[in-house]
DNA sequence: CTAGTGACTGTTT
DNA sequence: AAAACAGCCACTA
């Protein structure tokens, strides 16, 4: 039933949610992209914690691919939240060709999106 | 208007 | 390397 509660948003009617899955939307297949990234593209510089709550704010059936969007350091970002999901995230992802390493992490410098912003540099 | 919160991120322990 | 801390800013009550 409605699992939407008393603390996420209920509903994209902000322009910032529609801009954040426009992005998303955009995340090719075999890819996956941050919420910093996401939160940039959307013009919107540092609201990564608003991608992750237009991301919380999806429904079950929705049509984008939520499951491309890591942390930064490429693990899931939902893992904190919901363990199960995490799994779920997981196995899409494997799925179109994403892989893990031992650590249940993402190589962004391989399959970051977009490429120049993932590209290996010194930290 | 203020206060509390968070699918985050970068820095410091 | 993992954990703790602090900064960040839109959103809700």
Sequence with gaps: MAARARNASPAPRSSAYT???AVVRRVPRGRV??????AELAKLPRQARLVGYAMHALPDGSPLPWHRILSADGRLGIARLSPSGALTQRMRLEREGVGFDARGRVKLERF????????ARPR
């Design 19 to 21: 801009a954040i899955y």
């Design 112 to 119: 970051g999106w977009p490429r120049a912003r993932f590209a």
């Design 33 to 38: 992209s941050t919420y910093g990234a996401i």
